[in-house]
């Protein structure tokens, strides 16, 4: 049998426990949205970003797709990094990747899975340009070296949006992170991926594709 009434019903315990905690919150909420941050993260169901970094809605704006990827031609993408930066204003920009990413996975078998192989390519293509890293390594940690790999991909990516090259050279304050999620323990690991501006791009990506 389908339904949706127990989300109704959890919907409605939701908002009565946050006005019991803050009458006002849900006021305030509808007055402006002004986030800190923007979170790029996989479609999983299993990372949801608001819950793992224990911020309330409206301190971060996200964004997510499969396998957590800035492509320079997926526009949804590219206007929620625009519309962050340029509107919101936000201070740092989050790419997350999670350890077990199916979508990463996918990628490295040679399985036809439909018009997501289409996206899946990005990933490949990844997994091609360090393929020499993979040598000695089997099994599970074959998808989480990859999964790091493509957080560190994707923050350079972040990095060479027309949006982020604009905002850093008239002097705006935008850090962009990349960090990954294990889903085994609910803990976030800093990859040590971090720029400022785009000369800090290079360094902090050799870095941490070395390791």
């Known amino acids: 049998m ?29 007055a402006q949205q002004s986030p800190k ?8 169901s299993r990372v949801p970003a608001n819950e793992i970094v224990g911020l309330m809605p409206g301190e971060i704006f996200v964004h997510r797709n499969i396998a957590n990827l800035v492509i320079h031609t997926d526009f949804n993408c590219l206007s929620v990094i625009e519309y962050a930066v340029e509107v919101l204003k936000v201070s740092d920009i989050i790419v997350c990747g999670h350890y077990g990413c199916g979508g990463v996975a ?3 078998k ?6 997501i192989d289409n996206w899946l390519c990005h990933i490949r293509d990844i997994y091609v340009k360090h393929e ?3 040598a000695s390594v089997g099994g599970e940690n074959r998808v989480n070296l990859l999964c790091e790999l493509n957080v560190a991909e994707q923050v350079a990516n ?10 850093w050279t008239r002097g705006a304050d935008v850090c962009v992170h990349g ?5 085994r323990d609910g803990l976030l690991k800093d990859l040590g991926l971090r720029a400022e501006r785009i000369t800090d791009l290079q360094p902090a990506y050799r870095l941490a594709v070395s390791k």
Do not use: M
């Not at 109704?8 to 909420?29: S, V």
């Open 106 to 108: 996918a990628a490295l």
């Open 179 to 183: 960090v990954i999620y294990d889903l």
């Open 37 to 44: 941050y923007l979170w790029i993260g996989c479609s999983d």
């Open 158 to 167: 972040v990095c060479r949006t027309s949006t982020l090259q604009r905002a």
């Open 110 to 115: 040679d399985d036809s899975l439909g018009i």
């Open 2 to 30: 389908h339904g949706i009434e127990n989300l109704f019903e959890n919907n409605r315990a939701w908002a009565k426990g946050i006005t019991e905690r803050d009458p006002a919150f849900f006021e305030r909420l509808c």
């Open 132 to 134: 020499q890293k993979f």
